[in-house]
Nanobody, 115 residues
Framework: QVQVVESGGGLVQAGGSLRLSCAASASIFSISVMGWYRQAPGKQRELVATITSGDITNYSDSVKGRFTISRHNAKSAVYLQMNSLKPEDTAVYYC?????????WGQGTQVTVSS
């Protein structure tokens, strides 16, 4: 029904940058919130950043000033620009798209930051 696909993960050295992309097979008008979450091995999934249909953004304190979330309405896409990456950022990053009150999740994309 609704497909959510992430891309852009990979291996990068500390201090480097990476840009994650996520596209949903749904009208932007039906989407209330888009966001990025991450989960490191042995850790709980945590919020990274979200952006609402009103362009209100929210960031985890650990990524503020380093990550930027944005969206492209025509593509029903959301992006996460990650700068000044740290080894602690290593995790599987998941894209979340909320339609009405129902969240749809992507498969996840691995981000590995080496020291």
């Amino acid at each position: 029904q609704v497909q959510v696909v992430e891309s852009g993960g990979g291996l990068v050295q500390a201090g480097g940058s990476l840009r994650l992309s996520c596209a949903a097979s749904a009208s932007i008008f039906s989407i209330s919130v888009m966001g990025w979450y991450r989960q490191a091995p042995g850790k709980q999934r945590e919020l990274v950043a979200t952006i609402t249909s009103g362009d209100i953004t929210n960031y985890s304190d650990s990524v503020k000033g380093r990550f930027t979330i944005s969206r492209h309405n025509a593509k029903s896409a959301v992006y996460l620009q990650m700068n000044s990456l740290k080894p602690e950022d290593t995790a599987v990053y998941y894209c979340s798209v909320t339609i009405s009150t129902w969240p749809y999740w992507g498969q996840g994309t691995q981000v590995t930051v080496s020291s």
